[in-house]
């Protein structure tokens, strides 16, 4: 069956990285797109982009330009999140999701289970 | 940038009728995306494309998208029922996806 299963627990300092990792089973990688969504605690759900697993193509979301860069590794069936510069809202729980191929409005069928990162010194 | 506007909570007693409301600028001519999202866990979506449900999602769910307004409606509530649930749109003017900030449904 479909999954995605997302890198363990993350904590960070101000001023770090953090790469999340998100493997997928049950498809054909190249066949589907990855967003990125995240959620703060007790907030909603926030879009921070996508990327193409055939092409390599991304869209990144304004606020996260800049911070954020999205890659795969196809022999592995893995998406990448990295995101830089990390400050204490940026302390949430990160979530890959399977969208469409293109960048044209396809829901997210599957999601990955989340990554929680904690950003604090 | 687009804007959604869902009301933050929605209270219902065990079977009845609860529904949803997303609302936004000519929304109707959007595909509309639903998810429900329960503590501690992954959303799940239990609705594509306004009123398209995926497999597995009751048939006690179903949506609407007209106007400025797109409805999730949840008949014959259940307790397994509560959680937030948030609508989706993509907003091709600016390449990018938008997410109502969620209604928290309370089975009464």
């Known amino acids: 069956q479909v999954q995605l299963v997302q890198s363990g627990i993350d904590v960070k300092n101000p001023g770090a990285s953090v790469k999340v990792s998100c493997k997928a089973a049950?498809?054909?990688?190249?066949?589907?797109?990855v967003s990125w969504v995240r959620q703060a605690p007790g907030q909603g759900l926030e879009w921070m982009g996508w990327?193409?697993?055939?092409?390599?193509?991304?869209r990144y979301e304004q606020k996260f330009q800049g911070r954020v860069t999205m890659t795969t590794d196809r022999s592995t069936s893995t998406a990448y999140m990295e995101l830089r510069s990390l400050r204490s809202d940026d302390t949430a729980v990160y979530y890959c999701?399977?969208?469409?191929?293109?960048?044209?409005?396809?829901?997210?069928?599957?999601w990955g289970q989340g990554t929680p990162v904690t950003v604090y010194s | 940038s687009y804007v959604l506007t869902q009301p933050p909570s929605v209270s219902v007693a065990p079977g009845k009728t609860a529904m949803i409301t997303c609302e936004g600028d000519?929304?109707?001519?959007?595909?509309v995306h639903w998810y429900q999202q329960k503590p501690g866990q992954a959303p799940v979506l239990v609705m594509f494309?306004?009123?398209d449900r995926p497999s597995g999602i009751s048939g006690r769910f179903s949506g609407s998208n007209s106007g400025n307004t797109a409805t999730l409606t949840i008949s014959g509530v259940e307790v397994g029922d509560e959680a937030d649930y948030y609508c989706?749109?993509?907003?091709?003017?600016?390449?990018?996806?938008?997410f109502g900030d969620g209604s928290k449904v309370t089975v009464l």
């Open positions: 049950g498809y054909s990688f190249i066949s589907y797109g």
């Open positions: 990327i193409s697993t055939y092409s390599g193509d991304t």
């Open positions: 494309y306004g009123s």
């Open positions: 000519n929304i109707g001519r959007k595909s």
């Open positions: 989706q749109v993509w907003d091709s003017s600016s390449d990018h996806y938008v």
């Open positions: 999701a399977r969208g469409g191929p293109i960048l044209n409005g396809f829901p997210f069928d599957y």
